[in-house]
């Protein structure tokens, strides 16, 4: 029989553990005999029903997803004061917008044609070029008026002459009367249609000055219903910025909290309508999950210091306001746990029919039949057997998903843990970054050996190291071997620094290949890059390691 991949557990239920920390092996473990039973299998492990073990299950159907991407949402700066890198941006759009256009996508000089706020340029000509068309469309009526005047009067003269010329009885009077009637009628119809048609001209040409104008900071809807452009302002045309962070402080300029938005584009300036010297400023950025939706503003607060993600100061704005769109959450499909031999709680639950089948959690296990990392928890809705003593589960998932890469990163870690050096370049860029978290899980409960001592010299194989997560993988393998972590981004580097992670500094690392790092790491085009060559070159000297590149 195939060996279980999975494990269901207790989700309070620790699983089976490594017991001596990474095994110096020589070659890659072998699975065990496909011939053994799976109940055997499991009982040759040590474990029993005090573990918590509920089944092993030879297939998980539904189990991978990636993450859904961060939402996107629009944000109003208001009463900004532009510094640094946030004015470069805005420079950047101001140049994009007089090459091509508003950022809205109008002409030139023209109402903008998106959402609220979008279009700039010079507010103040187009408003007096509207005004003058209305002042024109509004003179044009008046003569209308006068024409239409003109021609009622027309029709009067030619009565009164009719009637001078011939007076005959009554019934030639009434005549007279009707024509001078209908003289009058048909001008002033002519004058009322021609003027009703320019005033209507005029009130259109007035309205979009009012839209356009320094103070409208309103929403332009176009005809027949152009409605508002979606996406990157309208017409595409915005500014890159990366990361922004919008630092609280109190009325006495106290930094109180900090509040983080990711891969920001600057969509829209205008005059703030509050002060003028000010700019309120439309921005897209992705909002991070695990902070609140707004940031939290004490009493008396005058605004929020602006700041990039290394801590240049970009401005202050005084307010914040955020235009949000429901989003519907997914419909994800259940996880269907395939060939599940039942044990423990689980297997007396089944027994007596109880339909309440509890809260578990998913584990991957390796060839040896040992826990390589946990995958999800979710709740027992309802099993089917299939065949030979054997169960199928579903189990709908209260956590995320492993992401697709898992699923790659898991079988390279199937016979054991990592026997030979650079299996991580089998992966993609995704997978590289699973390979890290799964190598840090694996750390975090295998028992190691205490730190080398200071001043050790380890040597780092750069033949794969093309991106970030790369580095991070052979660093790891450098200090701690086969399958070691040692830091997955920068934060994490300087905690391995301080000891607990096989190293302290200060110690020398000798960078083999380096060339391939220095042509590809730092270069790929993206609003928040990844850390450059030499960047990691400084962070290692700045913590105490001497890098010798060969």
Known sequence: MQPPVYALAAYDAEGPEYAGGPPAYTEPARPPSRSADAH????????????????????????????????????ELLGCTPEGQLRAALEALRATTAQG?????????????????????????????????????????????????????????????LQGSRSEGPSREDRVEDLAREGRQEG??????????????????????????PVGGGRSEGPAGEGRSEGLGGGGRSAPLGSLVLQTVDRTGRRVAEWYLKDVRLLDERHCARDLSLRDLTIEASVQESQPDYPYRPPLSPGYRLLSAQGRPLGHCRDLACVREPVPEPEEPSIRLVGCVPRGALHRALAVGDEDLGHAKILRLDAQGRTLQYAVEGEILAWTPSGRGLVDLTLEPWSPRPPLAAREVWDLWWPGWPAQRNLWARCGSEGRRYWLVTALENHARARRDPDAPPGTTYHLDGRYVTDESGFYCALGEAVNGPGGYFGHNPDSLIDCLCGHFGARAPFTLVWHDSATARACLGVTPQTARPATFEELGRALRQWGVETVLA
């Open 101 to 161: 256009g508003t950022p809205g996508g109008g002409r030139p000089g023209t109402a903008p044609r998106g959402g609220p706020y979008e279009g700039s340029g010079s507010y103040e000509s187009a408003f007096r070029r509207n005004r003058a068309d209305a002042s024109r469309a509004s003179t044009r009526a008046a003569g209308s008026q006068r024409e239409g005047s003109a021609a009622g009067s027309r029709g009067e003269r030619s009565a009164a002459g």
């Open 188 to 213: 002033a119809a002519e004058g009322s249609s021609e003027g009703t048609a320019q005033e209507g001209r005029s009130a259109g040409s007035a309205e979009r000055g009012r839209s356009a104008g």
């Open 40 to 75: 055997e299998r499991a009982d040759a492990l040590g474990r029993s029903e005090a573990d918590g073990l509920w089944a092993l299950c030879a297939d998980a159907a539904g189990l991978f997803a990636d993450p859904a991407p961060p939402l996107r949402a629009r944000f």
